[in-house]
């Protein structure tokens, strides 16, 4: 592997791509602790946790995201990164903010959508045992 000043990081989330750029170094919570990365550090595979991935481009600039559960990916100057949800953020504290919006926002949703999904399978359950129990 050649030594590189940066490295290509690309943050994926299930229905498109929130981040994708160059680094010089990128910190992340996994589920035994938190750890730095530096574009020539070795090849690994991690599961991320819920927690704020934090990276700096070339240029200096800082950059924040809130995440869910995922999956870090490191191969040569190449970091993929999957999560089921994220956001990206100004500096931490409006991140906070806007993962608190985004994220119960995204809860309150799926948990009326279980609700409407458990409703149609009681139905279909209650419409094939009136069928069963219908007398020819």
């Known amino acids: 592997m050649s030594i590189s000043p940066d490295m ?7 229905t498109h ?6 680094a010089t170094h990128l910190f992340a919570v996994a589920q035994n602790g ?8 070795i090849d690994f595979v991690t599961a991320l946790v819920p927690s704020v991935l934090t990276l700096q ?29 994220g956001v990206i953020g100004d500096d931490l ?3 906070r903010e806007t993962v608190r919006e ?5 809860d309150e949703n799926e948990r009326m959508a ?11 359950v209650r419409s094939f045992a009136e069928l069963r129990n219908a007398k020819p």
């Open 17 to 22: 791509t929130l981040f994708a750029g160059r």
């Open 114 to 124: 279980r609700s409407a999904l458990s409703r149609l399978e009681a139905n279909m």
């Open 93 to 95: 504290d409006t991140l």
């Open 34 to 41: 938190s750890f730095g990365m530096l574009p020539n550090h």
């Open 57 to 85: 481009t070339p240029e200096g600039e800082e950059r924040v995201f809130g995440i869910d559960e995922g999956l870090l990916v490191k191969k040569g100057h190449v970091v993929d990164i999957a999560v089921q949800r």
């Open 8 to 14: 290509q990081v690309t943050l994926r989330l299930p």
């Open 102 to 106: 985004t994220f119960v926002d995204m």
